[in-house]
């Protein structure tokens, strides 16, 4: 196929059109009777284990998923983006996260020169860095430690990096190494989101990191300077230099803004803002809270699921496997949602996380701003239904708001996330519960849901059991599960920094392996601007309103009205 063409006119794409009728006709209860579809269903990889034996899917239609595959030049496209090829076309500009944790003697080039070293020279100003300001011999301007740090940014330049501090907050070995520091976030320009991040903290003992790509996002500048008067408001305006650092691509604007450039870290054009965990963004706030050994660790994991996704055969690689699943759930089965449900209280910030870096065609948050795209790559308006409404919510406490809907309603493919050993093993006591006589642990009732959820999903409950069980007729109708409703689980042996960093690669992959198979641009984000800049003209109407009196002239009858309203 060239590829100007759309991947809707290929054979394979066709074919498993065909297939959808097919596979229909059958129920999930019927498919997970056959044991050896669900043992080819079953992929373990470094600790991990992936069934997807509960896809609405059988062993013919994972094959003609493959033919898609190789339709799609999915193989190549992986090692184009790999080989650092201008791949994000729009931007003209190569898509290459993966060296952010690839191990020093890695070689990875960009426009021909390796960029690994460059890497490795920004994480070892991290580690240095940071640990001086841990040990206490980086200061601040009265001599006390800094052992407070808010890190502002928003989007790309905060989701990662929050998903993976609440991840590890509760890790035994990342909490031994945090013991009498802080990390908040600033994302929001909203003064209640400044008020909550400066709320109980010293400026004295405060480190501020400003994190931002561009250094030009209005809401993380005007944070930035709110916190910078908060610091020299306090300690004077010279202060700024030991309590303000930065991390940017775009070091000149760092140094405009006062922000000493031996103090900024660096990046580059060629890590997606909602691919940028893995650099300092995320990096250097998490060094700075858990120290540089606990940070190398998760990118350990993360470099894993990269060589594997690179070299895996597909029916092996579970990236592909899981970007695959995605595209026929969306695509062909037509279910345009999938729900994120990690069994672990660690894990409750993945889900806001995976939503902005995927946003394919019909919405936007990870996965939804990568994938949130009307057109191909080459500008051509797509035909089909592409990209995923990701939401999520840990279990158990999603079971009590929605999957009443998941269960009855709406059919939305779900992912159950679950980990062998939790993170709060010390806690893991067996107590006897009066009413039942079963004696339980939290973490056993937590995986009990893990492990039911799927079953009944996917076996759901008829009107015929339902009479065996005597349930008055009137009620049968309510009490009935239809089933055959696809979902998936990933056991993680436990949720170290490594593992964490396993499951970012996966979600991260996934996320391209989709846009290349939709034959779309998974890296641009042109969607957010229109929003930008009409917000600029409400702040210059704003501002002249507000210092000249000027009237509010040029918007519509219902925006004129309410900033009438709000001027007020
Ligand atoms: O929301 C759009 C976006 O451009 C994201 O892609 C990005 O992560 C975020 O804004 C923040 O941008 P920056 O890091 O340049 O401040």
Redesign the pocket.
């Known amino acids: 196929m060239a590829c100007s063409a759309l991947i809707c006119d290929s054979e394979p794409w066709k074919d498993l059109k065909g297939h959808v009728e097919d596979i229909k006709k059958t129920h999930l209860r019927d498919l997970m009777r056959d044991s050896e579809r669900c043992k080819s269903m079953m992929v373990e990889f470094d600790g991990l284990l992936l069934d997807y034996s509960r896809q609405c899917a059988r062993q013919d239609t994972i094959q003609k998923l493959f033919g898609l595959a190789e339709a799609a030049h999915l193989k190549e496209k992986i090692k184009k983006m790999y080989d650092g090829e201008h791949i994000n076309s729009t931007e003209d500009r190569s898509v290459l996260h993966v060296a952010l944790r690839a191990s020093r003697d890695t070689v990875i080039c960009n426009d021909g020169k390796n960029i690994v070293s460059d890497v490795w020279k920004v994480l070892d100003k991290i580690s240095e860095f940071s640990e001086r300001v841990r040990s206490g011999s980086w200061v601040g301007v009265t001599g006390k430690a800094l052992k407070d740090v808010i890190a502002v ?7 990662g990096p929050l998903f993976v501090h609440t991840a590890l907050q509760t890790d035994p070995e990342a909490i031994a190494c945090a013991e009498g520091r802080q990390l908040r976030f600033l994302a929001n320009v909203d003064p209640i989101d400044v008020a909550r991040s400066i709320t109980g903290l010293n400026p004295e003992t405060t480190l501020v990191v400003v ?7 209005a ?2 500048m005007l944070n930035a300077r709110t916190l910078r008067e908060w610091i020299s408001a306090a300690l004077g305006s010279e202060a700024v230099a030991k309590h303000m650092v930065a991390v ?1 691509t775009n070091l000149t604007l760092v140094e405009k803004f006062g922000i000493d450039p031996n103090n900024a870290f660096a990046f580059w054009d060629w890590v ?3 691919y ?1 965990v893995c650099s300092a ?1 995320g990096m250097l706030p998490l060094s700075l809270q858990y120290g540089f050994s606990v940070v190398e660790k998760f990118l350990k994991g993360a470099s894993s699921i990269d060589q594997h996704f690179y070299s895996a055969p597909f029916d092996k690689n579970i990236p592909v496997l899981l970007g695959l699943l995605s595209v026929w759930n969306v695509s062909f089965l037509g279910y345009p949602a999938r729900a994120i449900l990690p069994y672990s209280q660690a894990l409750e910030k993945f889900a806001p996380h995976i939503q ?1 870096a995927c946003m394919l065609t019909t919405t936007l948050s990870f996965n939804m ?1 990568s994938n949130g795209k009307g057109v191909s790559i080459d500008g051509v308006p797509l035909p089909f239904e592409a990209g995923e409404i990701d939401f999520g919510e840990p279990g158990t406490n999603g079971q009590h708001s929605f999957y009443q809907l998941i269960h009855q309603g709406r059919v939305i493919p779900c992912d159950f996330i679950g980990v062998v050993k939790s993170q709060q093993s010390a806690l893991f006591m067996f107590l006897l519960d009066c009413f039942t006589g079963e004696v339980v642990s939290n973490h056993d009732e937590l995986m009990s849901n893990f492990f039911a959820q799927p079953d009944a999903l996917a076996y759901g409950k008829s009107p015929e059991q339902l009479l065996t069980e005597k349930v008055p007729q009137h009620l049968i109708s309510h009490k009935t599960f239809s089933g055959n409703r696809p979902s998936l689980n990933l056991l993680l042996p436990c949720l170290n920094a490594y593992n964490i960093g396993q499951l970012l690669a996966i979600y991260e992959h996934r996320i391209a392996v989709e846009g290349f198979i939709w034959g779309i641009n998974s890296f641009d ?1 042109w969607g ?1 601007e229109l929003g ?1 800049s009409l917000a600029s003209q409400v702040r210059k109407q704003l501002n002249k309103s507000r210092t000249k009196g000027e009237p509010v002239e040029g918007f519509n009858y219902s925006t004129t009205t309410m900033l009438k309203k709000y001027l007020e």
């Open positions: 940014g928003i989007g790309g330049s905060f989701l994190v931002s790509k561009t250094f030009t996002t809401e993380t940017s997606g803002g909602r940028s963004v902005q701003e984000q957010v930008k």
